[in-house]
């Protein structure tokens, strides 16, 4: 690999040996980890190629697409405007957006996306690329969509639906939609480095994904994952260079917030590191009560589907499991289907983020083990 670049300060050496030692037993294109401690940042490190097809280096400030990490920066908002007293997780969503309540969706709450528990994890309506990147259809799809399941009985995981649905409330209780929002309420204060909608500004410095040799193929195109994922085939996954695929511009600088963030690594870990202990002089993002709120288990277990992938989900994030492991009872965060992984912990003062271009699969090893050196040198 091009050599390691970055600043790590004494006593989380280990976090970089773990980050080399990636590059050499992984398939590595190009990866980049941050760590902040108390809001101070401890840990920077980048290095290989952003770009496999020309060479291009990683950057400091090279973002990738991220997928399902948007789902945290949507929690976060989500969050804010609770604090703001504007929402309420626990009433009908049509409090808030009354076209929502039709068709059995009548008692969904926002905590019932959070926790993929609402029985909407996918749409029946095939819309095309050009209807999801409008906005409005997909809202209207909703409304018009019928749970699968009883709301609240069961769970699966809402890929696009968790985005949309949380999304179209920012959007009613501000007026913007959830990237504009985030943008507004924490990306542009911060100066973090992580959209919704990849401004084209940004668009030529950008990580393109690759596929690594032997990664698990997707089910066939009416399995239930593959139209979550998918949006019912009108989203390419992962399409590394395919038309509405993971490095088209046209999906990337779309809004999807349920799994289309892109972001550089110090962006998502500032996020987190915000989220819990406050950064640059600013408060943190997330009162004491409002973490105690996230990390409360909703989901766990066997999902409708009836496969246990070993996650724990509270209102929008994943907790602490043998799948994601973290720090402990007061983590939360978002993972990628890229290998991507954020998350932040008050209790340890932690923001953390780890971000690639190569996909090797959902879940797989590397940023565990940045976790785990993290987790040695904090004495854990």
Known sequence: MERCRGEVDEGFGGVAEAFVRNFADFPELGAAVTVFVGGRKVVELWGGVADGRTGRPWERETPVPVFSCAKGLVGVCVQLLVQEGFLDLDVPIARYWPEFARHGKEEITCRMILGHRAGIPVLDQKLTFEEIAAWTPVVRAVEEQRPLWEPGAS????????????????RRLTGLTPGAYFRRAVGDPLGLRAWIGLPEAEMAGRARLAEAAGRPAMPGPEHLLTRIVTMNGALVFPGTDAPYGWNDPALLGAELPGAGAVASATGLAGLYAAAVTGLDGHARLLAPESVTDVVREVSSGAGWLGFDA?????????LDSPFRAMLGARSFGS??????????????????????????????????????????????
């Not at 769970?155 to 920012?170: D, P």
């Not at 070993?310 to 994943?318: D, K, V, Y």
């Not at 289907?337 to 912990?345: L, M, T, V």
């Not at 003062?349 to 590397?366: E, L, P, Q, S, T």
Request: proline share 0%.
């Open 310 to 318: 070993g996650a724990r989900w509270g209102a929008g994030f994943l």
């Open 335 to 380: 993972d990628g289907a890229g290998g991507q992984f954020a998350f932040g912990d008050d209790a340890f003062g932690v923001g953390f983020a780890y971000v690639a271009n190569r996909m090797i699969g959902h879940g797989d090893a590397r940023a565990n083990r940045l976790v785990a050196a993290v987790r040695e040198c904090l004495g854990g």
């Open 155 to 170: 769970y699966e995981y809402h890929g696009h639906v968790f985005g949309f649905v949380l999304g179209e409330v920012i």
